[in-house]
């Protein structure tokens, strides 16, 4: 790695690292809170959870969509492009806020129904997610504006409004969830509550960070109304694949979560233990990912492509490295980590057998997320990241899900490791397509 890389990695990387880890180091807290109510409790919010992941990583497709397009334009100093490229994938992405909260609002408990089983368990996430509803449009344009500013170079400012946020939320959930001092005990509505708000905070804080900076850099981005029959075209050959890829592959993981949620809810509540640690494990290379597809694509928006294959080598060396050192760390303190919660002695003996899963499979988890995810798209050949989570997912990892929970009526440990195994396949398709250097393509023309 040279010097210019390294400082590049370090400004974009280390502050969304830092707010990912803040983010899932509370999340933590806020599971170990949620679990003293009760295993229907830990699972139903898990569970609702899994929903509302579907229409985060849905509207973050369109999001990463956008990034690609906006690195490459920034690489090419097109400032229209830029303006373009954020105001298009925004206009599309509220189709997604409308439909998820008619459907949060009007049909929770019909959503929750297919997750589980258990009356209680569904009662208390369709409670859950109809609060939740009011948290989609704020999180949206959080993410669209802290997308510019990062490939604006200022990383840090949504870093400092995500952990603002962060802090909030937690702080929120300590006094609705068991209702202290004058406020009322909410439980698993004050959990609800305190995300949307901390959601609100955040967007608040980061619309006025890009004021302020958009002042200083003399940049107009006024809003745009219409755009050209070529950009358009050019946005939907690189927003369509990822959109379905994204899309299939968080439908994916909503059917894991129905293969756990009817495997009974003990079992349940111990995959939802296992998940703030699964965020805390990924998180730390969360900024990697998001690093990868800016600096690679900056690379290739200034048609350096030996540079750009330089840097995608550097981040597969960093990647796989990481991955093995932090996927021990898993497996060597998870029996610690389990007696954070007031749960039952069987159900923390089976969060750390899921955990050891967790740990076996995390470095091919985060290769498919900084490779294919970050290097892989940043040339805009999303459609062959489409192809490889639909072949991972539901060519094996659903399939197999299935099969050991209901046919061969494995214990949950074994049927999560055998779906994980799909990340594997992603994994062999993503190096063949590394290798074949196909990606690699200037769209900011």
């Known amino acids: ?15 969304i690292t830092v707010q ?34 579907l229409f985060s990583v849905t509207v973050s497709a369109i999001v990463a969509a956008a990034g690609i397009l906006i690195s490459q334009y920034v690489g090419a100093k097109n400032e229209r492009g830029v303006r373009d490229s954020f105001y298009l994938p925004l206009y599309f992405s509220l189709i997604f806020v409308v439909g998820f909260t008619l ?14 089983d258990d009356s209680e368990t569904i009662s208390k996430a369709a409670l859950y997610l109809r609060w939740r509803a009011a948290g989609y449009f704020p999180e949206i344009l959080t ?36 209702g202290i001092g004058p406020l009322p005990r909410m439980e698993e509505s004050g959990a609800a509550i305190a995300t949307v708000l901390s959601h609100v905070i955040e967007m608040l804080i980061v619309v006025a960070l890009f004021i302020r900076e958009k002042k200083k850099q003399n940049l ?31 439908l994916g993981e909503n059917m894991y979560a129905v293969i756990y949620g009817h495997l009974g809810t003990e079992p349940c509540a111990a995959m939802t233990l296992m998940y703030p640690i699964q965020g805390i494990a990924i998180g730390a290379l969360c900024g990697v990912s998001s690093a990868s597809g800016i600096i ?14 330089s840097q995608a080598i550097d981040f597969v060396r960093l990647t796989v490295t990481a991955g ?16 954070l919660f007031n749960v039952a002695p069987e159900t923390r003996a089976v969060t750390v057998k899921i955990l050891a899963a967790f740990a076996f499979v995390f470095t091919a988890k985060v290769f498919n997320m900084v490779i294919g995810g970050g290097v892989l ?64 393509k200037n769209v900011a023309v």
């Open 220 to 250: 107009f981005l006024h809003p745009a109304l219409t755009f050209s029959r070529e950009f358009v075209k050019n946005a939907a050959f690189i927003l369509a694949p990822i959109l379905v890829g994204e899309f299939l592959w968080s």
């Open 377 to 440: 798209q940043s040339g805009g050949q999303t459609k062959f990241m489409t192809a490889v989570n639909i072949i991972g997912t539901w060519g094996a990892g659903v399939p197999l899900g299935f099969a050991t929970a209901y046919f061969f009526k494995l214990p949950i440990w074994w049927v999560y490791f055998f779906l994980s195994l799909e990340e594997f396949v992603r994994v062999g398709i993503s190096i063949w397509l590394l290798k074949s250097r196909r990606w690699m």
């Open 296 to 309: 690679v694509g900056n690379s290739l928006g200034a048609n350096d492509e030996k540079k750009a294959w």
């Open 1 to 15: 790695m040279d010097k210019e890389f390294k400082k590049k990695l370090t400004d974009i990387a280390l502050p």
């Open 143 to 178: 993410m669209f504006v802290s997308t510019l500013l990062r490939n604006m170079n200022r990383a840090k400012l949504p870093a400092v409004a995500g952990v603002v946020a962060i802090i909030t939320n937690t702080l929120l959930n300590w006094l609705l969830i068991f």
């Open 103 to 116: 459907a949060s609002l009007f049909a929770p408990n019909q959503i929750m129904a297919f997750y589980a």
């Open 324 to 339: 093995i050192i932090i996927g021990l760390i898993v497996c060597l303190l998870s029996p610690l980590y389990v007696k």
């Open 20 to 53: 990912t880890l803040m983010h899932s180091s509370l999340s933590l807290i806020d599971q170990i809170m949620i679990g003293s109510l009760g295993s229907a409790c830990i699972a139903g919010i898990g569970l609702a959870g899994k929903f509302t992941s």
